[in-house]
């Protein structure tokens, strides 16, 4: 397999021909955003430019153009993840609108009192907080599925977790802090043996790695379309056709109805019954322009090109002793993120320090709240990889934490 090359990778991506700082932009953030390619940002300036209407709506050219940009984009989705047909694919904001989408329109109508909730203790809190409130409303038990020291769900955990009792269970693929990539397979198995059915949010997997839903057999998918080289505002919500028809809608309003009365109203068939009012078809294609230009490039060499700067990131980190890496140590089963601490120094002042280096990376809790605490710690600084970033980069990086701790009085 030939290798991608980040540097000329790197020349299509505007926001790297500027300093900041003075300093050569050093973009570790990749777990909270991407950013876009030419590609990317041209194809929704070229769809407002010539071909913006309302879509589903009018029978004038432009609504016609917006309706086929579209449903052009759901087709590139539906063959990014390999499902079956686009009634599966519903466009949302992010993942968290995904995430809330189901609690609401699935859970509400088929959890019931005594019903246990699945979740792993390292969730984002998108994929907490939506299950905390139906648990309340159902009178349902949400219960939590415990990490091993080295930050991976054990399969025992799984095995005794996953009971009669489970209803559903979600699951982050990765872990937004850990980098861990979780068993979904194992734990959709198993909850499959049970009857429940699983979501996997796949946040931090599906712009890293080639995701086949059918394979890993998901009942739910979830992401966001701007941590994979896309806009804010777009996001995918993926789920299987017989459990989407039994869904009643999430919200109500127009173009998601066949017959409105003055009492009651019918629902339009899937996916719009679950897609109410103006899309946004400005994201869609935009999402669409991303998914190509990594299809372009290719999954597998995204994910192999990730790989061999997670480990040299590693190697480099595990030698100054000062860091500690929290999460897998090694590059079984993780992905292309880093967090960690250095003694002495607060998360928040190692990347304030590293931002004046023009390195950008993330510090604090990352929406994992319940996982700190249960890692017994307040925050964490956190480097994630894309396929844009190269060693020198890491080396930056390195460079920058040896003058952050300059910064503190500490010696090298
Ligand atoms: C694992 C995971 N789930 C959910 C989310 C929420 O994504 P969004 O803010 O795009 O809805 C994130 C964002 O960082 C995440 O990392």
Redesign the pocket.
């Known amino acids: 397999m030939t290798r991608i090359n980040p540097e000329i990778i790197k020349k299509d991506f505007p926001i790297f021909n500027q300093d900041i700082h003075g300093r050569k932009l050093v973009y570790l953030d990749n777990?909270?955003?991407t950013q876009k390619p030419l590609q990317v940002i041209e194809a929704m300036a070229g769809y407002n430019k010539i071909a913006h209407g309302n879509p589903h709506r009018g029978a004038h050219k432009l609504s016609v153009e917006a309706t086929k940009a579209y449903n052009s984009s759901k087709e590139t989705v539906r063959k990014f993840i390999n499902a079956k047909s686009t009634e599966e694919i519903i466009f949302t904001?992010?993942?968290?609108?995904?995430?809330n989408l189901i609690a609401y329109s699935y859970g509400r109508e088929f959890i019931n009192e005594g019903d246990e909730i699945l979740l792993a203790i390292s969730?984002?809190?998108?994929?907490i907080l939506p299950w905390q409130r139906l648990a309340k409303e159902r009178k349902a038990i949400l219960k939590y599925m415990y990490l091993n020291a080295e930050g991976r769900i054990p399969l025992d955990e799984i095995k005794n977790k996953i009971s009669e009792k489970t209803k559903l269970v979600s699951v982050?693929?990765?872990?937004?802090v850990l980098g861990t990539i979780h068993p979904v397979e194992e734990i959709i198995h198993h909850a499959h043996r049970v009857g429940a059915v699983v979501v996997v949010?796949g946040?931090?997997s599906a712009p890293h790695m080639k995701v086949d839903v059918q394979e890993m057999d998901a009942d739910f998918f979830?992401f966001?379309g701007?941590?994979m080289l896309g806009p804010?505002g777009i996001?995918v919500l993926y789920g299987k056709k017989e459990i989407l028809e039994k869904m009643s809608p999430f919200l109500l309003g127009g173009d998601m109805i066949e017959y409105v009365y003055e009492q009651e109203a019918t629902f339009a068939p899937l996916p719009y019954r679950l897609e109410a009012g103006t899309q946004n078809v400005e994201g869609a294609v935009g999402i669409k322009a991303a998914m190509e230009y990594l299809e372009k490039i290719g999954l597998d060499k995204i994910e192999e090109h990730e790989k061999e700067l997670t480990q040299y990131a590693l190697d480099r980190m595990l030698s100054l002793p000062y860091i500690d890496i929290i999460g897998p140590k090694d590059l079984e089963m993780r992905g292309g993120l880093i967090s960690f601490t250095i003694d002495g120094i607060h998360p928040h002042d190692i990347a304030t320090i590293l931002d004046s280096y023009g390195v950008a990376i993330r510090a604090g809790h990352?929406?994992t709240q319940p996982l700190m605490r249960f890692l017994d710690l307040h925050a964490t600084s956190r480097i994630s990889f894309y396929l844009y970033n190269t060693k020198d980069d890491v080396d930056q990086f390195i460079e920058g934490v040896k003058n952050v701790r300059k910064w503190f009085g500490y010696g090298s």
């Open positions: 777990g909270a955003t904001r992010n993942t968290t609108e995904s995430l969730e984002h809190h998108s994929n982050g693929h990765m872990s937004n949010d946040a931090q979830v966001s701007h941590k804010m996001g990352h929406c």
